[in-house]
């Protein structure tokens, strides 16, 4: 997950950006950079590897500015190397950006066409030859910038530094976060509260869609409309800045909302954008893989039970996937070609952690889909795949959980190509896909007002049902499982044909049902037991898209979520289910980041 820095100072900020960028190693990186602004001229340094490598640099090739901005970057677009470090320059404009811009195919042709000419295999750098054309159009800073803020998709964080601006360092921020430090005549962006804390205990948290111009002493903030706005200055204390909910009223409501960009940094690792290719990590060869026992726990159970179809239908690889504390007390006959898949937060679930040394008793090959790379079962699985969500503090997963999905929908994509099963133009069709999906998460989570408001009347049900078909019935699971564990609600999940064998007993007006139906080649036949449902008086919010709204039973209460393919319905789903629970919690006046009986990891049988 890569960091951003940028101090506007009164004293030289060399050493304060390098200290910034070793707080924000925890992210992952694998290559890093500075630039400052001195005597009207940005002037940059860049490494592959950690920190200590671009420190040799500047020791050698010391920069001397107040003003700077410095990175950590995780690769998406171009493999890690210097020339596809941040910060990335064209013409008057440096910059650095979290995120990924996902037409910069065709802002990168349009560019190259008008002459521009590119040194980097990134997507970044078609935005400081935006802004920098821009800028020769006669365009001011903050106009260049939002200019191209408007031809950007994708989800991003941005800190910009521009020749002959020897005070100024433009932000934005667009799915990734982005916080402003107010200091003594001294100014900061940070990729969080951890970036600029010890530098200042006076943070605001840009909204989605901000944009900033910093100088020494001030903060010029705009929404994405262009219209100049205030955000609350919130005094943070140091040794909270690790943990720090911002805004947020809980760290469950945060995290929700850090999943554009969890889901982003995990993509990355699995998918290249510019050969549309997914990759599975070293040591992993699908071709010889025949079948994939999934090992779970929980929220993770989940996550493995939606991998199942795509794995099963994109590569037509057999998968059995079983609840971790039951799977090794019944003696599965196991063979040779089946690669096991354990898949926890934490790396130190017991029951999985034990399940994982069964399968390698058993002779199979064993991974890992970890969030803790250095945790008990990333060092014993044969192969680590690893989710790039960062620290999840509330109990009830949601980054984590959307991480998972999202490294495990990559991975089939990759044994589908492995196997034979796609050919190339499918599989760029599939990845550039997924790369979208944290720009629909994004989308998802304007539904917050519209499912707040449905909290009040839900909050006083007894027992609620969820329903999907196919993949939807998976993820039913997990929407009834967040909502019993913070809300203390009784809910199940069902996939939505088993209702008339047994579940539709406990339809009454009583009984809040949620539909999950995105327009799929399903639809029509969750439309039916919708229609089943309310003929016995069950009240239905219907989750759907644009397209299904249109053709959604009457009388339903609908949450219309962004249109999507299959493959990243998912991802997008799990917000409003995510938020309904919450919301739900926060009016029963629940303990929503500590759900009582409950622990974060489950480190005992």
Not at 30 to 48: E, F, L, N
Not at 370 to 378: C, F
Not at 447 to 468: M, Q, T, W
Request: proline letters at 5%; one cysteine or more; glycine letters at 8%.
């Amino acid at each position: 997950m890569c960091g951003i820095i940028g101090i506007v100072g009164r004293a030289p900020v060399q050493e304060r950006l390098i200290e910034t960028l070793r707080r924000l190693e925890y992210r992952g990186y694998d290559s890093a950079g500075v630039a400052m602004v001195a005597d009207g001229r940005v002037d940059r340094r860049r490494a592959r590897g950690k920190i200590r490598a671009l420190e040799d640099v500047l020791r050698d090739q010391p920069l001397d500015g107040l003003t700077g901005v410095g990175h950590t970057r995780w690769a998406t677009h171009g493999a890690p190397s210097e020339t596809n470090a941040h910060p990335q320059r064209a013409g008057r404009v440096t910059l650095v950006h979290n995120g990924i811009i996902e037409n910069f195919a065709e802002l990168k042709a349009e560019l190259a066409a008008e002459g521009r000419t590119f040194e980097s295999e990134t997507d970044t750098e078609v935005i400081p030859h935006l802004i920098d054309r821009a800028l020769a159009q006669g365009l001011a800073p903050l106009d260049a910038l939002k200019s191209t803020l408007d031809r950007l998709r994708g989800a991003f964080a941005l800190a910009v530094l521009i020749d002959g601006e020897d005070e100024l360092i433009l932000g934005a921020r667009r799915g990734s976060p982005l916080v402003v430090g107010y200091g003594d005549g001294e100014m900061y962006l940070g990729s969080d509260a951890l970036a600029v804390g010890p530098m200042t205990n006076r943070i605001a948290y840009l909204d989605e869609g901000d944009y900033v111009a910093i100088d020494r002493t001030t903060a010029r903030i705009f929404d994405a409309e262009g219209r100049p706005v205030t955000r609350q200055i919130r005094i943070i204390p140091p040794a909270a800045a690790l943990v720090e909910k911002g805004n947020y009223r809980h760290f469950m409501e945060k995290e929700i909302h850090d999943q554009p960009g969890a889901c982003q940094h995990t993509l990355s690792a699995y998918l290249d954008p510019v050969s549309g290719r997914a990759r599975a990590p070293d040591g992993l060869d699908f071709s010889r893989v025949d079948r994939i026992q999934i090992v779970a726990c929980g929220t993770a159970y989940y996550a493995g039970l939606i991998s199942r179809y795509l794995f099963e239908s994109l590569a037509r690889i057999p998968v059995d996937i079983d609840v971790a504390s039951e799977f090794r007390y019944r003696a599965p006959p196991v063979r040779e070609g089946t690669l096991c898949i354990v898949v926890s937060q934490s790396g130190e679930t017991a029951d999985t952690l034990a399940a994982l040394r069964w399968c390698r008793e058993q002779g199979l090959s064993t991974a890992a889909v970890v969030n803790v790379h250095t945790s008990t079962m990333a060092r014993e699985a044969d192969i680590l795949l690893p989710t790039h969500a960062g620290p999840e503090i509330g109990v009830a997963s949601t980054k984590a959980f959307t991480s998972q999905v999202a490294a495990l929908s990559a991975l089939a994509v990759a044994a589908a190509s492995a196997k034979g099963r796609i050919d190339a133009a499918e599989e760029a069709r599939l990845t550039r896909l997924l790369l979208e999906a944290p720009r629909l998460i994004s989308a998802a989570l304007a539904l917050e007002e519209p499912i707040r408001a449905l909290a009040p009347e839900l909050a006083k049900a007894r027992d609620v049902l969820y329903f999907g078909r196919g993949v939807m019935s998976a993820l039913a699971l997990e929407g009834a499982l967040k909502l019993k564990e913070i809300s203390y609600i009784h809910a199940e999940g069902y996939p939505a044909g088993e209702l008339k064998h047994g579940p539709i007993a406990l339809i009454d007006e009583a009984t809040p049902v949620i539909v999950l139906a995105p327009s799929d080649a399903l639809f029509e036949k969750t439309v039916s037991n919708t229609a089943e449902v309310m003929a016995r008086g069950g009240p239905v919010i219907f989750i759907t898209d644009e397209e299904g709204a249109r053709r959604a039973p009457a009388g339903v209460r609908l949450i219309v979520a962004p249109g999507c393919d299959d493959i990243v319905a998912p991802l997008v789903y799990a917000v409003p289910i995510q938020m309904l629970a919450y919301y739900v919690a926060v009016q029963k006046g629940a303990d929503v980041d500590q759900p009582r009986n409950l622990a974060k990891s489950v480190t005992v049988e």
